[in-house]
């Protein structure tokens, strides 16, 4: 029986609906790398509210010989839509933050400049800045509530600096700060309170054995309001401090404390909403180590985010762990995510159906590592099944949707390879018989294009297919005539 191309279409959009519906479905976890084929590392990550990833990363050598700062603004299945490189050659850090149409804030230092830019979503620069500046070290960035950029950063050894910026890159008020007298100050992080002021976080110490940690409130205008200095313990290097509904949580490390649990490394400090102490303790999450990264406030008490290992490791490695603890921080249950070596958290960001987003790094991979991505969801309060598959990661292979899709009669694919390899593309019937080959020869690492013509095709759906030495990759794509 012949059909009509009007049923033909139909049929065509009705297998495309089922296909994106089950996708949907089933790909809200996930496990993603990226990488260039040198040494990569995920810093930080964010959640838009469109669903849209950011990641920023630092690349060490691979096949552009270089270090350098990454951008990646993902889909919510991970794909990339674009990246951008922040600098080259760096001495300092790399900071960013979301935006609130969708962009950026990022902003990097090397040697003594200090370099800004907003980029919009669509990957292009709105305006950049650059300042000479005594700033030895950048250290985070935020959105202020008034839409302006906010930076930490370390002027000298006894203080620290905030500066807002509006846009286009003008300054509206810098202001250093010191909280506690003949004491190195080195600036963590900062974050930003529903009333527009900002919390900042402060290592502070003078000897090997004489450590605090110190907080500072500073109001939208620039004005400090408080100042705290937290002498529970000693040796301790703070690395997260996150805003609860009663006072905020400092993630430390303090491995001085010769009374803590065997293995245990991190400290977590809950304060009152005016930096004093209300208690501390070492969350005994994992058997052996447990090295937190992150933690967050959720309605059973706290969810933590990091690194360490249990019974079931390996001797000598680390995976990255997600658990949830009751508001003693005793454990409810934890996962442990990752490959078959050593993978490392750097940070975890809440996801808007209550799944969450770690950013880090693999060293699954051969002579190198990358940029780690994990989307979990959470289902009842525990974590559901990761979709890793616990074979060796070898690269960012990228397949990228087609687009248009559906298209009559050319359509362009998208893909990238993390290095050099003998690439094939093709594309299949739903019978699985090969009607093109589109490229096939040996290819560098890097970003690629090219159009499918369709034209001596029959409407339906097809299948393209992307094809390394190292791995492969499909989807489908809809010609309609």
């Given at each position: 029986?012949?059909?009509?191309?009007?049923?033909?279409?139909?049929?065509a959009?009705?297998?495309?609906?089922?296909?994106?519906f089950?996708?949907?479905?089933?790909?809200?976890?996930w496990?993603?790398?990226?990488?260039?084929?040198?040494?990569?590392?995920?810093?930080?990550?964010?959640?838009?509210?469109?669903?849209?990833?950011?990641?920023?990363?630092?690349?060490?050598?691979?096949?552009?010989?270089l270090?350098?700062?990454?951008?990646?603004?993902?889909?919510?299945?991970?794909?990339?839509?674009?990246?951008?490189?922040?600098?080259?050659?760096?001495?300092?850090?790399?900071?960013f933050?979301?935006?609130?149409?969708?962009?950026?804030?990022?902003?990097?230092?090397?040697?003594?400049?200090?370099?800004?830019?907003?980029?919009?979503?669509?990957?292009?620069?709105?305006?950049?800045?650059?300042?000479?500046?005594?700033?030895?070290?950048l250290?985070?960035?935020?959105?202020?509530?008034?839409?302006?950029?906010?930076?930490?950063?370390?002027?000298?050894n006894?203080h620290?600096?905030?500066?807002?910026?509006?846009?286009?890159?003008?300054?509206?008020?810098?202001?250093?700060?010191?909280?506690?007298?003949?004491?190195?100050?080195?600036?963590?992080?900062?974050?930003?309170?529903?009333?527009?002021?900002?919390?900042?976080?402060?290592?502070?110490?003078?000897?090997?054995?004489?450590?605090?940690?110190?907080?500072?409130?500073?109001?939208?205008?620039?004005?400090?309001?408080?100042?705290?200095?937290i002498?529970?313990?000693?040796?301790?290097?703070?690395?997260?401090?996150?805003?609860?509904?009663?006072?905020?949580?400092?993630?430390?490390?303090?491995?001085?404390?010769?009374?803590?649990?065997?293995?245990?490394?991190?400290?977590?400090?809950?304060?009152?909403?005016?930096?004093?102490?209300?208690?501390?303790k070492?969350?005994?999450?994992?058997?052996?180590?447990?090295?937190?990264?992150?933690?967050?406030e959720?309605?059973?008490?706290?969810?933590l985010?990091?690194?360490?290992?249990?019974?079931?490791?390996?001797?000598?490695?680390?995976?990255?762990?997600?658990?949830?603890?009751d508001?003693?921080?005793?454990?409810?249950?934890?996962?442990?995510?990752?490959?078959?070596?050593?993978?490392?958290?750097?940070?975890?960001?809440?996801?808007?159906?209550?799944?969450?987003?770690i950013?880090?790094?693999?060293?699954?991979?051969?002579?190198?590592?990358?940029v780690?991505?994990?989307?979990?969801?959470?289902?009842?309060?525990?974590?559901?099944?990761?979709?890793?598959?616990?074979?060796?990661?070898?690269?960012?292979?990228?397949?990228?949707?087609?687009?248009?899709?559906?298209?009559n009669?050319?359509?362009?694919?998208?893909?990238s390879?993390?290095?050099?390899?003998?690439?094939?593309?093709?594309?299949?019937?739903?019978?699985?018989?090969?009607?093109?080959?589109?490229?096939?020869?040996?290819?560098?690492?890097?970003?690629?294009?090219?159009?499918?013509d369709?034209?001596?095709?029959?409407?339906?759906?097809?299948?393209?297919?992307?094809?390394?030495?190292?791995?492969?990759?499909?989807?489908?794509?809809?010609?309609?005539?």
């Amino acid at each position: 029986m012949k059909l009509s191309w009007l049923t033909a279409l139909l049929l065509a959009y009705i297998l495309l609906f089922l296909s994106s519906f089950l996708t949907a479905q089933t790909s809200n976890t996930w496990t993603r790398t990226y990488g260039i084929g040198g040494w990569e590392e995920g810093i930080k990550v964010r959640h838009h509210s469109n669903g849209a990833i950011g990641i920023l990363a630092c690349a060490f050598g691979g096949p552009f010989e270089l270090e350098r700062g990454w951008l990646l603004h993902l889909n919510s299945e991970g794909d990339t839509l674009w990246t951008r490189v922040l600098g080259e050659n760096f001495t300092g850090r790399f900071a960013f933050d979301q935006t609130s149409d969708s962009g950026y804030f990022v902003g990097w230092n090397k040697g003594t400049t200090l370099n800004f830019r907003k980029i919009k979503s669509n990957g292009q620069v709105e305006w950049s800045v650059n300042f000479n500046s005594n700033q030895t070290w950048l250290e985070e960035v935020r959105e202020g509530n008034d839409g302006t950029l906010v930076y930490l950063s370390c002027p000298d050894n006894d203080h620290f600096q905030l500066t807002s910026i509006a846009e286009p890159g003008t300054i509206v008020w810098g202001k250093s700060y010191s909280i506690l007298a003949n004491y190195i100050h080195r600036p963590v992080t900062f974050s930003v309170t529903e009333d527009g002021s900002f919390v900042v976080l402060v290592d502070l110490y003078r000897f090997s054995n004489d450590r605090f940690t110190g907080l500072a409130r500073i109001d939208a205008n620039g004005e400090m309001k408080w100042t705290s200095v937290i002498p529970e313990g000693a040796g301790e290097w703070s690395s997260a401090i996150s805003s609860v509904s009663d006072g905020y949580l400092i993630v430390s490390t303090d491995k001085s404390d010769s009374s803590a649990a065997v293995g245990v490394t991190t400290d977590v400090i809950k304060t009152d909403l005016n930096g004093q102490v209300i208690w501390k303790k070492s969350p005994r999450v994992l058997s052996k180590t447990t090295t937190i990264r992150d933690i967050f406030e959720i309605d059973t008490g706290y969810l933590l985010a990091g690194e360490g290992s249990d019974s079931t490791t390996r001797d000598g490695d680390v995976d990255i762990f997600l658990a949830a603890t009751d508001s003693d921080l005793e454990p409810l249950w934890y996962q442990l995510l990752g490959g078959n070596r050593f993978d490392s958290a750097k940070q975890m960001a809440a996801a808007d159906d209550g799944g969450y987003l770690i950013v880090g790094h693999s060293n699954t991979i051969k002579d190198g590592r990358d940029v780690l991505v994990i989307r979990t969801n959470s289902e009842g309060g525990t974590v559901s099944s990761i979709n890793f598959s616990g074979q060796p990661i070898i690269g960012s292979l990228e397949l990228l949707p087609n687009f248009p899709n559906p298209f009559n009669p050319v359509t362009t694919i998208r893909y990238s390879i993390p290095k050099a390899s003998t690439v094939t593309l093709d594309i299949f019937d739903v019978n699985g018989r090969t009607v093109a080959r589109l490229i096939e020869k040996r290819q560098s690492a890097g970003h690629y294009a090219v159009n499918w013509d369709g034209r001596d095709l029959s409407s339906g759906i097809y299948v393209y297919q992307l094809r390394t030495e190292y791995g492969f990759a499909r989807r489908k794509a809809v010609l309609v005539k």
